[in-house]
């Protein structure tokens, strides 16, 4: 097999495979060779969920049994925005989502809907909302990532500071705040100096 027909070969298995099977938290998927080894790169959110990962291990049995003696390495990668990390001979993308940017939410949206937005964020801090249903209800109505989400509720003063109060008071917020820490790294919102956690300031464009 042409190393051409090799590619065009394992770009087909993966999509094959991937169909049907792609959650929300799935960013990307890339594909390659070392040698005889097939490595698949999955670029995962924060919340890629156990039942996801068992999926993508399923579809990469589906992939290594269109080849002969290959054998096959997953890797699950996250934050997707670090891009693959392992390295391969050769790499292809097999799929891509849409990956609205800090951007598109802030710049591109038109303003009233902007306004729509912030008035949601507002009106769930005043009804004392969690913020697991913060987010859900912010990425409901503008379709963002997670971070995207976490950084656009944080923008809001109240938010923040509570935020800001409870990862340094409430022992659950504090596993989430170094956990958040540990997933995002430089892109994490929040950040730890001498054992106290800190919310980013927002963005002044």
């Not at 049994?65 to 054998?71: L, Q, V």
């Not at 292809?92 to 038109?110: D, H, T």
């Not at 509570?162 to 919102?189: F, M, T, V, W």
Request: charged share 25%; proline share 4%.
């Amino acid at each position: 097999m042409s190393a051409f027909d090799r590619e065009i070969t394992l770009r087909l298995s993966v999509q094959h495979a991937l169909l049907g099977e792609v959650s929300s938290a799935l960013a990307a998927v890339s594909c390659g060779w070392n040698d005889k080894d097939i490595v698949l790169e999955f670029l995962v959110d924060s919340d890629f969920s156990d039942e996801d990962r068992e999926r993508m291990e399923i579809v990469a049995s589906e992939v290594v049994a269109d080849f002969g003696d290959e054998t096959i390495t997953t890797v699950f990668t996250s934050p997707p925005s670090v891009g693959p990390k392992v390295p391969v001979a050769k790499r292809w993308w097999a799929y891509k989502r849409f990956q609205p940017n800090v951007m598109s939410v802030e710049r591109k949206l038109e303003w009233s809907y902007v306004v729509h937005i912030l008035a949601l964020i507002d009106r769930l801090f005043q009804e004392k909302a969690s913020w697991p249903e913060l987010i859900k209800q912010v990425r409901g109505a503008s379709g963002v990532d997670i971070l995207t989400a976490e950084k656009i509720a944080l923008s809001h003063n109240g938010w923040r500071r509570l935020c800001n109060y409870r990862i340094n008071h409430d022992p659950e917020c504090k596993k989430q705040a170094a956990r958040h820490i540990k997933i995002h790294g430089p892109s994490s919102l929040i950040s730890s100096v001498g054992g106290s956690f800190s919310v980013a300031e927002p963005e002044v464009n």
